[in-house]
């Protein structure tokens, strides 16, 4: 069987700024895949080409066993887009919407309400679906997108940061959703701003910076790939963080790069026996620690290993 996608140096320009610079992809068929890389790194920009929204500008691409630029028509009837923001009418109901999108999918009005309510229950909106989706909360709209796309059943579904700006529990539910879209067979290639949802859904994740693939594998293989671990430090005065950032870089050799509070740092560590190295760099310097661990790589370390960024200073994906 062919796989879900085959890319070969794949490439894309908009004006002056190359948005793809020859990638080559293997999906195979149902999987989870996921797509990681800083803001503008080209990761919308190849789910429009493969879902034959815009032209590649150079290589080749197959999508379930069809070119996408000579039998573009046969791969979208195979494959559903959710982008990165909801595009239910706010105007009409749940169920409404559903119909709507089964009507002009050719459902009979028949078969059209049948695979609305059907959705609607799957997707737990059942007591929502004769409200307005202007009244949905921000994850009972995605969930609905989702619903939407799913309608005609795909053989491959892209979700384009399905779960951006959702709060918590609302991501979870649409963590289980793809789940289970994965469990009956539908190819997923997952975009997404969070590297947890990375770590949790996607079986195998390619690394995208600059329009090119720089790392491919599973979440294991490429945590191993950075070597070592990594140092979590917390400095009991966030003003003297920058100054411990810059000793830490000095005495382990690596780039450091801050955590999610104003007191953390996180740097690699090739050797254990490098770390008393730190407390006496610190100690002399009179940088007190409130707490110090070693842990193995997350797959944020690998990511600002591999792309000198850390994944927070993506907040919106390229406009091309």
Not at 57 to 69: K, M, P, Q, T, Y
């Amino acid at each position: 069987m062919s796989p879900a996608i085959e890319t070969a140096g794949l490439s894309k320009t908009f004006g002056e700024t190359r948005a793809l610079n020859g990638v080559d992809l293997f999906v195979r068929r149902g999987m989870v895949y996921g797509l990681l890389g800083p803001n503008g790194a080209g990761k919308t920009t190849m789910i429009r080409i493969l879902a034959t929204l815009i032209r590649p500008g150079g290589g080749s691409a197959r999508v379930l066993g069809h070119d996408i630029v000579k039998e573009a028509a046969a791969v979208r009837a195979k494959v559903s887009l959710t982008g990165q923001f909801a595009s239910v009418d706010e105007d009409l109901t749940g169920h409404e919407n559903l119909v709507l999108v089964a009507r002009l999918l050719g459902f009979s009005w028949r078969d059209a309400k049948a695979r609305a309510r059907e959705l609607l229950r799957a997707f737990d909106l059942e007591d929502a679906a004769r409200r307005q989706v202007r009244t949905y909360s921000g994850g009972m709209r995605r969930r609905l997108d989702i619903a939407a796309s799913l309608v005609a059943r795909p053989e491959l579904l892209f979700l384009d940061e399905p779960t951006t700006g959702l709060d918590p529990r609302s991501r979870n539910q649409v963590w289980d959703i793809v789940r289970a879209i994965a469990g009956e067979g539908t190819t997923v290639l997952l975009t997404t701003q969070y590297l947890e949802e990375a770590d949790r859904l996607a079986e195998r994740l390619a690394v995208i910076d600059h329009g090119r693939l720089i790392a491919e594998g599973t979440s294991r293989e490429l945590k191993a790939s950075i070597g070592g671990r990594t140092v979590h430090l917390r400095v009991s005065d966030p003003a003297r963080r920058d100054e411990a950032r810059a000793l830490l870089a000095e005495t382990l050799g690596h780039d450091v790069h801050d955590g999610h509070e104003p007191t953390l740092l996180a740097v690699q560590c090739a050797d254990d026996e490098h770390v008393p190295r730190v407390l006496t760099a610190l100690t002399a310097r009179g940088i007190a620690i409130a707490e110090l661990a070693l842990a193995q790589p997350s797959l944020d370390d690998v990511f600002f290993a591999l792309t000198g960024r850390p994944a927070e200073e993506r907040p919106t994906e390229e406009a091309a």
